[in-house]
Nanobody, 120 residues
């Protein structure tokens, strides 16, 4: 599978962005999907994850209530709606495909990142 993330950009504090992760080469419909981010000098951390059918989601504490992960299996695409953005959200955001349909199964495939920059 190839994962293509898009939708990043420069936004002011309090603004919103919607990231998309389009998959090609195979279906993602039976796999959990996740969004990760990596800020300069820091490790890559998980931001949000969603189970294969969308029933189960998980969020990092720092983004709960502000970010929403969703998926459209018919379009083979996963989204991350980011609201009330803060400067500390600045990072390169990556999408990943899980090893199974569960959000707890680990991650196998990664897309290239999309830069999100939040100005203060």
């Amino acid at each position: 599978v190839q994962l293509q993330a898009s939708g990043g950009g420069l936004v002011q504090t309090g603004g919103s962005l919607r990231l998309s992760c389009a998959a090609s080469g195979s279906t993602i419909s039976t796999y959990a999907m996740g969004w990760f981010r990596q800020a300069p000098g820091k490790e890559r951390d998980i931001v949000a994850a969603i189970s294969w059918g969308g029933r189960n989601t998980r969020y990092a504490e720092s983004v709960k209530g502000r970010f929403t992960i969703s998926r459209d299996n018919a379009k083979n695409t996963v989204y991350l709606q980011m609201n009330n953005l803060k400067p500390e959200d600045t990072a390169v955001y990556y999408c990943a495909q899980g090893r199974t349909g569960s959000v707890a199964s680990g991650w196998d495939y990664w897309g290239q990142g999309t830069q999100v920059t939040v100005s203060s």
